[in-house]
T-cell receptor
Framework: AQKITQTQPGMFVQEKEAVTLDCTYD???????LFWYKQPSSGEMIFLIYQGSYDQQNATEGRYSLNFQKARKSANLVISASQLGDSAMYFCAMREVRRNQFYFGTGTSLTVIP | DTEVTQTPKHLVMGMTNKKSLKCEQH?????MYWYKQKAKKPPELMFVYSYEKLSINESVPSRFSPECPNSSLLNLHLHALQPEDSALYLCASSQGRQGTMNTEAFFGQGTRLTVV
């Protein structure tokens, strides 16, 4: 079964607007971490933001915030004030405590339009 | 230093060649990973080393042979590859303590491998 689902293969957003990238996950482990990575065309995977399963508050890192809805098993990434440099692939990932392994979603290709 | 360094950045090899990919980190991380990524696809896990021991092998063909000489280095030895093995190979590291979930993986820039 798919551990991480990203249902938006491609997204477009106007520069300076906010955009939400969807991510749902599936696990029976009560302890897990959720991560978002950005991958520009150069190939490097850049860590953006982390949310732990026991965290009460949504994570924020600069223009990135994570909308964590535990009951729905969703961990959507919100990018505020989009910039042209935000154009990239975005991957949602999960790490279960019991296994030292990161599961990745299929990714969302974000294009920021001037 | 939050860097994972991979060499080479690009590699073209013939199907009869033997080559190695190298990965290095100096963050004291004890888990290191090899991923294979095809264009517009997510990274696929190949191997995980935990405390220099191979802990996960995701049924990777034997023409890929990992090696972890010490806690800072990870190699991937390649032999008799096929054209379909052409991909971006990513190395990553994390703190690697089981029982911890809040440790992100740091990735290198990858090696773009082309098999001709």
């Amino acid at each position: 079964a798919q551990k991480i689902t990203q249902t938006q293969p491609g997204m477009f957003v106007q520069e300076k607007e906010a955009v939400t990238l969807d991510c749902t996950y599936d696990t029976s482990d009560p302890s897990y971490g959720l991560f978002w990575y950005k991958q520009p065309s150069s190939g490097e995977m850049i860590f953006l933001i982390y949310q732990g399963s026991y965290d009460q508050q949504n994570a924020t890192e600069g223009r990135y915030s994570l909308n964590f809805q535990k009951a729905r098993k969703s961990a959507n990434l919100v990018i505020s004030a989009s910039q042209l440099g935000d154009s990239a692939m975005y991957f949602c990932a999960m790490r279960e405590v019991r296994r030292n392994q990161f599961y990745f979603g299929t990714g969302t290709s974000l294009t920021v339009i001037p | 230093d939050t860097e994972v360094t991979q060499t080479p950045k690009h590699l073209v090899m013939g199907m009869t060649n033997k080559k190695s990919l190298k990965c290095e980190q100096h963050m004291g991380h004890r888990a290191m990973y090899w991923y294979k990524q095809k264009a517009k696809k997510p990274p696929e896990l190949m191997f995980v080393y935990s405390y220099e021991k191979l802990s996960i092998n995701e049924s990777v063909p034997s023409r890929f042979s990992p090696e972890c000489p010490n806690s800072s280095l990870l190699n991937l030895h390649l032999h008799a590859l096929q054209p379909e093995d052409s991909a971006l190979y990513l190395c990553a590291s994390s703190q690697g303590r089981q029982g911890t979930m809040n440790t992100e993986a740091f990735f290198g820039q990858g090696t773009r491998l082309t098999v001709v």
